[in-house]
């Protein structure tokens, strides 16, 4: 039984670039790079790399010194009376490139959430995500009983690990791509959907990096040398899961774009973010229940996301509430079990009481464009 009760900028750079997206970004591309929450190192770095004509070079950085010396000649520094208007309207972002858009809004959103990690009592210690400066979640770290509990159910998806490693392989790095399948992601005629669901991924890389950060917890490999995961046991804590937190976020924002109604388990795009959880489990880096309170924390996530853009997402309120297990919880992580007794429930936070924002409003409702037929 799971109880529920009453419950930055970092997004887009340090552990996240590094976490994420860095080098690998740079490796795959930007697509990936921005997809993944390294949207610093690749949209900057691509904007500022990426000249007229071609991109930065040695080579071509020489070429326009010599050019610029043969024409100019002396230049006493004088002004040459040419302005350029530069837009005064905040909300406007169209002289960015797409790249820079993306950062922008990335900061702009992350902003809006505060971790407050507290040690409340030794081996217990929980951590409280704040939007718009409401406390709306609350997780609590589990006991070292629940994972070694949890062991049994790692051992139980090993088995799968054969048949899900090209799964395992890409989402290391990419886990947009498996929901452009369930409907179109890309530049063109959906870019502002594939702006908002990277913006919302890099969020997610905030706020979870921080929460693994005040929750440190163990991994698998920790408690077994018998676990042995098939790929390389990441750093940072195993409560909760990421990529089950970036999963569900996306999902939820997603299936809002798609239909205007909340989160739902029978929804394909619920059905693929548990997958994407449950490989991590395969892999043997994480537990089930990093996954359901990932899942918990991405659904909130991705409903505050929404509710920035006021009436344009559909949504009504936020629901505040505490992600806690007993020491003797050992549960799968099924989508039932994920949803169980709603991640929605506790006091709500009344959508008049969160301040909109016509930044994500305004991506919001071009994105909303780009689905409805």
Not at 53 to 81: C, E, F, K, M, Q
Not at 276 to 292: M, Q, W, Y
């Amino acid at each position: 039984m799971i109880y529920f009760g009453g419950a930055t900028g970092g997004a887009i750079g340090g552990a996240t670039g590094g976490a994420t997206g860095g080098a690998t970004g740079g490796a795959t591309g930007g697509a990936t790079g921005g997809a993944t929450g390294g949207a610093t190192g690749g949209a900057t770095g691509g904007a500022t790399a990426q000249h007229a004509g071609s991109p930065a070079s040695s080579l071509l950085s020489t070429a326009l010194g010599t050019s610029r010396d043969s024409i100019v000649g002396h230049w006493n520094g004088g002004y040459d009376g040419v302005v350029i208007a530069n837009p005064e309207i905040p909300t406007d972002l169209s002289y960015l490139t797409d790249s820079t858009k993306t950062v922008v809004l990335t900061s702009h959103l992350a902003s809006m959430f505060v971790v407050d990690a507290q040690i409340a009592a030794p081996d217990v210690a929980t951590a409280t995500i704040h939007f718009q400066g409401k406390p709306f979640m609350t997780l609590e770290r589990p006991d070292i009983a629940v994972f070694i509990n949890q062991l049994k159910w790692v051992r139980a998806y090993a088995d799968l690990r054969l048949d899900r490693l090209a799964e395992i392989q890409v989402q290391l790095f990419d886990i947009m791509s498996f929901f452009g399948t369930i409907t179109q992601i890309a530049d063109g005629r959906r870019e502002n959907v594939k702006r908002l669901l990277q913006i919302t991924q890099g969020v997610c890389i905030s706020v979870e990096q921080q929460v693994k950060h005040g929750l440190r917890s163990h991994r698998p490999i920790d408690l077994s040398n018998n676990v042995q995961p098939i790929i390389q046991t990441p750093d940072h804590s195993s409560f909760p899961s990421g990529h089950a937190t970036e999963a569900f976020a996306i999902a939820t924002v997603l299936h809002r774009l798609r239909t205007g109604a909340a989160p739902d388990p029978l929804a394909m795009e619920f059905r693929l973010a548990h997958r994407i959880a449950a490989n991590r489990v395969v892999a043997g880096v994480h537990f089930p229940v990093d996954s359901i309170a990932g899942a918990q924390l991405g659904c909130r996530i991705g409903e505050a996301i929404a509710a920035a853009a006021q009436e344009k997402s559909g949504v009504k309120a936020l629901r505040a509430g505490q992600v806690a297990f007993p020491k003797d919880y050992n549960e799968d992580a099924t989508l039932a079990t994920m949803f169980e007794d709603s991640s929605y429930e506790g006091a709500a936070i009344a959508i008049a009481d969160i301040k909109p924002s016509k930044l994500v409003a305004d991506l919001w409702g071009a994105a909303l464009e780009e689905v409805t037929p």
